[in-house]
């Protein structure tokens, strides 16, 4: 099995910064997509922005230019840097990740419990 634990969450102001941290451990062969979805109150989940390896990387217009995803493959670990937070970015942020965990097994999904984060005066 694959854990994933973000962190970084919190209560920031509008224009604020906030970046998230997510780290797989557990019985990794290996992981390919890496990255984020949100859900806000009364509302479905979205995605955020994922990460896969010779692909490219897209936002939705609601977040591009403000939000920036990054890796350490080294460290199984993705990150999520958010600048100039507004309310509306105020959701439950789940680190999301596609992996194996034996050379010859499927690829499975794995989510995060999700890390709050508040974006309010």
């Known amino acids: 099995q694959v854990q994933l634990v973000e962190s970084g969450g919190g209560l920031v102001q509008p224009g604020g910064s906030l970046r998230l941290s997510c780290e797989a451990s557990?019985?990794?062969?290996?992981?390919?997509?890496m990255g984020w979805y949100r859900q806000a109150p009364g509302k479905q989940r979205e995605l955020v922005v994922v990460?896969?390896?010779?692909?490219?990387?897209n936002y939705p217009d609601s977040v591009k230019g403000r939000f920036t995803i990054s890796r350490e493959d080294a460290k199984n670990t993705v990150y999520l840097q958010m600048n100039s937070l507004k309310p509306e970015d105020t959701a439950v942020y789940s680190c999301?990740?596609?992996?194996?965990?034996?050379?010859?097994?499927?690829?499975?999904?794995?989510w995060g419990q999700g890390t709050q984060v508040t974006v309010s005066s």
């Open positions: 557990g019985n990794i062969f290996s992981i390919y997509t």
């Open positions: 999301y990740a596609r992996a194996k965990i034996t050379r010859w097994g499927v690829t499975d999904d794995y």
């Open positions: 990460d896969t390896p010779g692909r490219s990387t």
